[in-house]
C-alpha cells in the first residue's frame, strides 16, 4: 500500500497539512504514518523549538495516538515517536521502512522562525530519498489539474520524475515545464536537448515546455504557476548545481514561506 510520512510538532500549520495528507491518501488508497521525533535542543542548534512547544515522550505519544483516533476514521493510519534529531530519525526511519511520499506542513509567510521550516523541512528536501510535499498553511487540497514543474534544464534522470509523472497520470493533470533564464538569446543546444528530453520522459501525460525571461528565477517560477493557474508546484532537488541553492535558509524560506502553492521536492 503507497506510504504517506507525515512528521508533525502538533502545531497549528502541521494539523492544517495534516487534513491535505489524508484528503490525499484517501483519493490515491494510502495510509499515513504519523511521526513525531522528542526533539533534544542540544542535538539540534538549528530548531527554533519554544519550552512550550517541547513534549514529553508520554505527551507526544498521548497527541500521536489522538491524531490517530481521528486519521484512522478515514484512512489507514500508524504512528511513530522517537526521541532526537528530527531529520536523522525521519531518514533512518525511510532507510528501514517502505516509504513512498512525505508530507509536511509549513507556517507561511511571517517573521516568526518556522519549527519545520527552520530545521526539519530544508533538512529533508535536503537528505531525503523521497519525494517531500511541502504544505503551506493557505493552501487547501484540491486534485491537481495543473502543475508546474520548475526546470534548469540540466540533465534529469526518468526516475526522478517518475513520482510527478505517476502524480499526473492518477489525476489527469498537465505538466507544465518553465525554464527562467535571464538570457533573451536563443536557447542552448545542450537546454534544447534537454527540453526534447523532458518532453519525450513525459510523453505519457500532456505536457509543454516554457521558458521565461527573467533575473529572479524562484519569483519568475512561482509567478509562472500563479498566472497558469496550476494547483502544485513542483521542483527537482538537486544535490549539486543549480538547485543546490535551494538550501540556502533565504531561499528556502521563499520557496516554503513565500509561495501559497504546495511544493513537490523530487529526489535526485
Known amino acids: 500500500m503507497f506510504t504517506i510520512l507525515f512528521p508533525t510538532d502538533f502545531s497549528a500549520p502541521a494539523a492544517h497539512a495534516l487534513q ?12 499515513v504514518v504519523l511521526f513525531h521525533a522528542v526533539p533534544v535542543p542540544l542535538q ?21 495516538e489522538a491524531l490517530r483516533a481521528q486519521v484512522v476514521t478515514r484512512v489507514p493510519c500508524d504512528t511513530v515517536l522517537k526521541v532526537g534529531y528530527s531529520v536523522t530519525e525521519l531518514t533512518d526511519f525511510m532507510e528501514e521502512n517502505l516509504v513512498d511520499l512525505v508530507v509536511i506542513g509549513t507556517r507561511g509567510a511571517g517573521d516568526t522562525p518556522d519549527t519545520l521550516v527552520g530545521s526539519t ?40 520524475l517518475e513520482p510527478l509523472i505517476a502524480l ?6 498537465e505538466i507544465l ?26 510523453e505519457e501525460v500532456p505536457a509543454s515546455v516554457h521558458v521565461v525571461v527573467d533575473d529572479e528565477v524562484y519569483e519568475a517560477i512561482e509567478d509562472f504557476a500563479l498566472a497558469n493557474n496550476a494547483q502544485l508546484l513542483a521542483v527537482v532537488a538537486r544535490r549539486r ?28
Not at 512550550?52 to 500521536?64: F, T, V
Not at 543546490?244 to 516554503?256: C, N
Open 20 to 31: 491535505y495528507a489524508v484528503s490525499l491518501a484517501e483519493k490515491i488508497a494510502a495510509r
Open 44 to 64: 539540534d542548534p538549528n530548531t527554533f523549538f519554544k519550552p512550550s512547544e517541547i513534549y514529553s515522550r508520554d505527551e507526544s505519544q498521548a497527541k500521536l
Open 121 to 160: 523541512t530544508a533538512g529533508l528536501i535536503q537528505k531525503s530519498k523521497r519525494p517531500v510535499l511541502v504544505i503551506p498553511a493557505g493552501a487547501s487540497f484540491v486534485l491537481p489539474q495543473r502543475i508546474v514543474l520548475g526546470a534548469d534544464l540540466k540533465e534529469t534522470a526518468r526516475t526522478s
Open 168 to 173: 499526473a497520470r492518477l489525476f489527469r493533470a
Open 177 to 202: 515545464v518553465v525554464n527562467v533564464t535571464s538570457d533573451a538569446s536563443e536557447l542552448p543546444e545542450e537546454k534544447a536537448v534537454e527540453a526534447l528530453k523532458l518532453e519525450d520522459y513525459l
Open 241 to 268: 548545481g543549480f538547485f543546490a541553492s535551494f538550501f540556502h535558509d533565504s531561499v528556502t524560506r521563499k520557496l516554503t514561506l513565500h509561495t501559497d502553492l504546495p511544493l513537490l521536492a523530487l529526489v535526485e
